[in-house]
Every structure is written in C-alpha cells, then in structure tokens.
C-alpha cells in the first residue's frame, strides 16, 4: 500500500517523474531525491555526488594522483538507493547486453561488475545533478562512434 503511495506520489511531481527517466531509478528513489537532496546548491555535478559518497578518495605524492575505494562518506539512503539502482542496471546489461558501443558494454568488458556498479552509480548522482540543475529530461544514450 505505501509503494503505491509513492508510485503514485513519484507520477505526480514534475520533477520525480524527470528523474524516473534514468535507467535505475524508480518511483522510491525519484522521490527520496526530491525531498531531501540538495543538488541546486552544488556548483558541479562532483560535488553533489561527492555529498552522496560516490566520489573515489584521493591520494597525491610527488605530483601523480592516485584514486582509491569509493568513500561511502555521505548522504547513506541515497547512497544505497543509487546503488541498488546501478546495480540492477548492471545486472541487466551483464545477462542481455548493454548497448553496443556504450560507456557500459566497455566498462563491463574490462572491470569488475561490483566495480562498474559503483561507477555506474556515480554517473548516475551526475546525471541527477544535471537534470535537477538544468531542469529538462533525461537523453537516451548514445552509442559511441567506432
């Protein structure tokens, strides 16, 4: 009963329903997002996926910069419900094929799933930002040029 609550809740915002328009998120997720997340106070999509802990930590010496894990520092119920979301996109595209030629079929062909579903996850809070920042609908991807 309460999921058809949010469903119906998630349809009837604007801006719930332009952010159900990326792969991975769903009615639960759009309106988590819109009630708690403050993306229009970012500058840069980083940031805002930064707050959420996406981000993978740091490490600088002697001028060349070392990335690590993914933080986990943040905002921990978006966090999870990106996650969860990247991951059944994941799932999906491992068992039928992500689109040819797409920034998911490469990723899925050189790195681990669990790895790509976190970057997945972070291109999602991206794409969040954006849209949310821009305030216009989500493109379908495109297949990259051989």
């Given at each position: 009963?309460?999921?058809?609550?949010?469903a119906?809740?998630?349809?009837?915002?604007?801006v719930?329903?332009r952010?159900?328009?990326?792969?991975?998120?769903?009615?639960?997720?759009?309106?988590?997002?819109?009630?708690g997340?403050?993306?229009?106070?970012?500058?840069?999509?980083?940031?805002?996926a930064?707050?959420?802990?996406?981000?993978?930590?740091?490490?600088?010496?002697?001028?060349?910069?070392?990335?690590?894990?993914?933080s986990?520092?943040?905002?921990?119920?978006?966090?999870?419900?990106?996650i969860?979301?990247?991951?059944?996109?994941?799932?999906?595209?491992?068992?039928?094929?992500?689109?040819?030629?797409s920034?998911?079929?490469?990723?899925?062909?050189?790195?681990?799933r669990?790895?790509?579903t976190?970057?997945?996850?972070?291109?999602?809070?991206?794409i969040v930002?954006?849209?949310?920042?821009?305030?216009?609908?989500?493109?379908?991807?495109v297949?990259?040029?051989?």
């Amino acid at each position: 009963m309460l999921d058809k609550e949010i469903a119906r809740r998630a349809r009837e915002d604007e801006v719930a329903g332009r952010l159900m328009t990326i792969p991975g998120i769903g009615p639960l997720t759009a309106t988590t997002i819109t009630a708690g997340a403050p993306a229009e106070t970012f500058a840069k999509g980083r940031d805002f996926a930064a707050w959420l802990g996406l981000v993978p930590s740091q490490a600088a010496t002697g001028g060349k910069q070392k990335l690590g894990a993914i933080s986990r520092m943040g905002e921990r119920t978006l966090w999870r419900l990106l996650i969860i979301g990247s991951s059944a996109v994941v799932l999906q595209a491992s068992k039928r094929g992500a689109l040819a030629g797409s920034w998911l079929e490469g990723m899925l062909a050189r790195k681990p799933r669990m790895l790509v579903t976190a970057a997945l996850a972070n291109e999602m809070a991206l794409i969040v930002w954006a849209l949310l920042a821009k305030q216009e609908d989500c493109r379908a991807p495109v297949a990259a040029e051989a």
